[in-house]
């Protein structure tokens, strides 16, 4: 089954090809450029770029993948989570293309693409990575950070999430602190962290007496604001590696404190990462670390699909379709701004 899938739920204009879990060809269009004036995403000047790029990077994912509309067998396209008027654009330019040409239509919710994405595979079928259910997925990025129990295909439940911010926008909103003009800040405090010492300052890690899985961010940059408030420029400068490290170190070890109970309370065999954040070679150590404490299987996203990005929504779209999710050409899709993989709208 070949799939059409369009992802436009954030800063990206995303076309792909896949085919299974194999993906064919897969085409983003980045809008980094135009928001980073603006240190997040503009949404007007978000939504005007999805109208523009739309069209292209789907011809250009057809060429890619060598085929036409008429060797495509269905529609995948994200309905939710995300920003509406850009949700809106992926939706509308779907529905057309379902329309004209009667293909069947698969709405896929953004965090179950990022879930899937732990799946993708080339063409030559790499890597392997088998399904065994149920398994923990971890979905870290710029809007969520989310702990999910896979029961089997389509079938999820969140047992543990970040309250108020996720970890990726206290990444970005951190970066904005400490270094003008930083967007998206989850690479800036990478890179600066390289050469800093994690322990230089302990930031407060909020919620780790708390009994439940779920986690807090929003705190965490208001203490870095005070923090730097109070020191001299000269010192910020030179320990700014050490700041940023310290404050990555607070964001990557409340998410594995939290993980470490959700694995023993859930006798969890196999855990899967996906989402921006997850591109972060720190997070994968510790994550990877982890799964060996607990000799639990670990696949990590590839870097090249942390990111968002259409293919992902194609792979999770096969499998909403094999559990018979698949929509005539003609039906309405909505979008939700706030869809929550608890409560799916299409399954
Ligand atoms: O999944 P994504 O592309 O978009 C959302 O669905 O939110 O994630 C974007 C987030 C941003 O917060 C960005 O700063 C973060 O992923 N990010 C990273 C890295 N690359 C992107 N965070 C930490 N380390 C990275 N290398
Ligand atoms: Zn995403």
């Given at each position: 089954?070949?799939?059409?899938?369009?992802?436009?739920?954030?800063?990206?204009?995303?076309?792909?090809?896949?085919?299974?879990?194999?993906?064919?060809?897969?085409?983003?269009?980045?809008?980094?450029?135009?928001?980073?004036?603006?240190?997040?995403?503009?949404?007007?000047?978000?939504?005007?770029?999805?109208?523009?790029?739309?069209?292209?990077?789907?011809?250009?994912?057809?060429?890619?993948?060598k085929v036409t509309f008429k060797n495509i067998d269905a529609i995948a396209i994200?309905?939710?989570?995300?920003?509406?008027?850009?949700?809106?654009?992926?939706?509308?330019?779907?529905?057309?293309?379902?329309?004209?040409?009667?293909?069947?239509?698969?709405?896929?919710?953004?965090?179950?693409?990022?879930?899937?994405?732990?799946?993708?595979?080339?063409?030559?079928?790499?890597?392997?990575?088998?399904?065994?259910?149920?398994?923990?997925?971890?979905?870290?990025?710029?809007?969520?950070?989310?702990?999910?129990?896979?029961?089997?295909?389509?079938?999820?439940?969140?047992?543990?999430?970040?309250?108020?911010?996720?970890?990726?926008?206290?990444?970005?909103?951190?970066?904005?602190?400490?270094?003008?003009?930083?967007?998206?800040?989850?690479?800036?405090?990478?890179?600066?962290?390289?050469?800093?010492?994690?322990?230089?300052?302990?930031?407060?890690?909020?919620?780790?007496?708390?009994?439940?899985?779920?986690?807090?961010?929003?705190?965490?940059?208001?203490?870095?604001?005070?923090?730097?408030?109070?020191?001299?420029?000269?010192?910020?400068?030179?320990?700014?590696?050490?700041?940023?490290?310290?404050?990555?170190?607070?964001v990557f070890k409340s998410i594995i404190k939290k993980l470490n109970n959700v694995?023993?309370?859930?006798?969890?065999?196999?855990?899967?990462?996906?989402?921006?954040?997850?591109?972060?070679?720190?997070?994968?150590?510790?994550?990877?670390?982890?799964?060996?404490?607990?000799?639990?299987?670990?696949?990590?996203?590839?870097?090249?699909?942390?990111?968002?990005?259409a293919a992902m929504i194609g792979i999770a779209a096969y499998y909403k379709a094999?559990?018979?999710?698949?929509?005539?050409?003609?039906?309405?899709?909505?979008?939700?701004?706030?869809?929550?993989?608890?409560?799916?709208?299409?399954?």
């Open positions: 089954m070949k799939i059409l899938a369009i992802d436009t739920s954030a800063d990206d204009t995303s076309a792909a090809i896949t085919q299974g879990r194999i993906i064919l060809s897969n085409i983003s269009y980045s809008q980094i450029a135009l928001h980073a004036k603006w240190g997040g995403i503009f949404p007007t000047i978000a939504k005007r770029a999805h109208i523009k790029m739309i069209e292209p990077v789907i011809q250009k994912a057809l060429q890619k993948a994200t309905y939710g989570p995300g920003l509406a008027p850009a949700l809106q654009i992926g939706i509308q330019k779907a529905q057309e293309i379902a329309k004209i040409n009667t293909l069947p239509i698969i709405p896929v919710n953004h965090i179950e693409g990022h879930i899937y994405s732990a799946f993708a595979q080339n063409r030559n079928k790499n890597p392997k990575r088998e399904f065994t259910f149920p398994f923990l997925a971890i979905v870290v990025s710029g809007g969520h950070t989310e702990f999910i129990i896979v029961k089997k295909h389509v079938s999820y439940t969140v047992v543990g999430y970040s309250v108020d911010d996720a970890a990726g926008e206290a990444l970005d909103k951190g970066a904005r602190l400490l270094v003008e003009s930083s967007y998206p800040g989850g690479p800036v405090i990478e890179k600066l962290s390289l050469h800093g010492n994690n322990n230089y300052h302990i930031f407060p890690r909020a919620m780790m007496r708390d009994k439940t899985n779920n986690m807090s961010f929003s705190g965490l940059k208001t203490s870095l604001k005070y923090y730097l408030d109070k020191k001299d420029t000269i010192d910020k400068l030179n320990h700014i590696n050490d700041i940023a490290a310290s404050y990555q170190e607070a694995i023993s309370v859930y006798s969890i065999k196999c855990m899967v990462g996906g989402g921006g954040v997850m591109a972060n070679n720190y997070l994968r150590k510790l994550l990877q670390d982890l799964s060996k404490n607990h000799t639990m299987r670990c696949y990590l996203t590839n870097k090249k699909l942390c990111g968002d990005n094999k559990n018979n999710i698949i929509l005539p050409a003609n039906t309405n899709i909505d979008r939700v701004p706030r869809a929550n993989l608890s409560k799916l709208e299409y399954s």
